[in-house]
């Protein structure tokens, strides 16, 4: 490093320090660079989403204004942020997507408390729809396509667990699960061990699971160990596990895995616990053999570990994040992307190997107290 840079970072440290801050960004950050996503257009009120498909990634937002958007990243720019002219309701919650026989489809909770969705098929969009049957929902649903056939999961007004599916052709129909317990937050699925896995945090404070293999439903059981947990849970696959992961009342993340014959291990705390407390969904991913969890804390900042075989220690990633983070493969190489406190969407690439690519982002205008 040229000396110029090294009294500069020197002065900005001793500056911070004078002044009684933190240093935004942790040394050896894992994610490093990036920007906003789509420019400085419009504010967000809740977590993105982000769906590699075909060639591009289409990133998901809510506006602060009720109204659904997306912005495009081609592998060179982004795109700006754009909506739909035929957007029937105003939203709430954070968008869901999937990419199901080719299609790109993309899934909203209305203020009015029904489930609307949209699909893309490379050329153009094919409409608004309301699917929410003879039901309101409380929060965002969740997609996952489980063999041949795409599944969507919500939590129903009255706390109801519901299931839907589609063929391709046509919706099944809302249904749900004999004596399940009464639910909140948005579902999680994902297709693990030959079955299709739910994942929901109940009224309570357990996180249940059910599983299905194609002909029936195992049931709904609740994850061994102490505790009651808040938000919405998580999960991922890694070395032929199951790991869960979910928040604690009290802002402790914890851990759980299963693994066929042994069943679930019970809830963990890390072996170390991150700076702050933490709230909202984690965000867990598989890349380059290791695992990697992110979460928000209620100070703001995001906090990142990875494990292979034991856990790393905490990173603090900075500041000026809010709600859930979310983290995606595109390309060669692993993306953080998160709602700041400022209203704005942000992407910043993985640098574990110190080595950040240049992703066409748009440089953030700074904002006052971020």
Known sequence: MRRSAIVSLGTMLLVAAMLGLRPAVAQDAAFSGGGLVGGDAYQYDAAPYALPYQTAIYEYATGQDGKGYYAVYDGQQWGSWQGWDDQTADYA??????????????????????????????????????????????????????????????????????????????WSGWDTWQDAPKTKYQPYALDWGDHANVFYTADDGKVYWNRYDGSVWTGYKALPGD???????????????????????????????????????????????????????????????????????????????SYTGEWSDWQDLGDNYAYDPYTYEYGENYYLTYTGTDGYIYVKPYAGDGAAPDGGYVEPTPTPGY
Request: charge should be negative; aromatic fraction near 24%; charged fraction near 15%.
């Open 227 to 305: 505790g009651a947990y808040d938000y919405e849970p998580y999960a991922v696959a890694y070395d032929q596990q199951l790991y869960a992961y979910a928040v604690s009342g009290d802002g402790v993340p914890y851990y759980n895995t299963f693994a066929d014959g042994d069943g679930w291990s019970g809830w963990t705390e890390y072996a170390s616990a991150p700076p702050a407390k933490v709230k909202y969904q984690p965000s867990a991913y598989v890349y380059d053999d290791a695992q990697h969890v992110v979460y928000t804390g209620d100070d703001g900042h995001a906090y990142y570990a």
């Open 93 to 170: 919650y954070q968008p869901n997507a999937v990419v199901y026989n080719d299609w790109n489809y993309v899934f909203y909770t209305g203020k009015d408390g029904h489930i609307y969705h949209n699909g893309y098929d490379g050329n153009a969009w094919q409409g608004w729809e309301d699917i929410s049957g003879d039901y309101t929902y409380a929060d965002a649903p969740y997609s996952s396509v489980y063999e041949d056939t795409l599944y969507l999961y919500a939590t129903g007004k009255d706390g109801t667990p519901y299931y839907n599916s589609y063929d391709g052709d046509a």
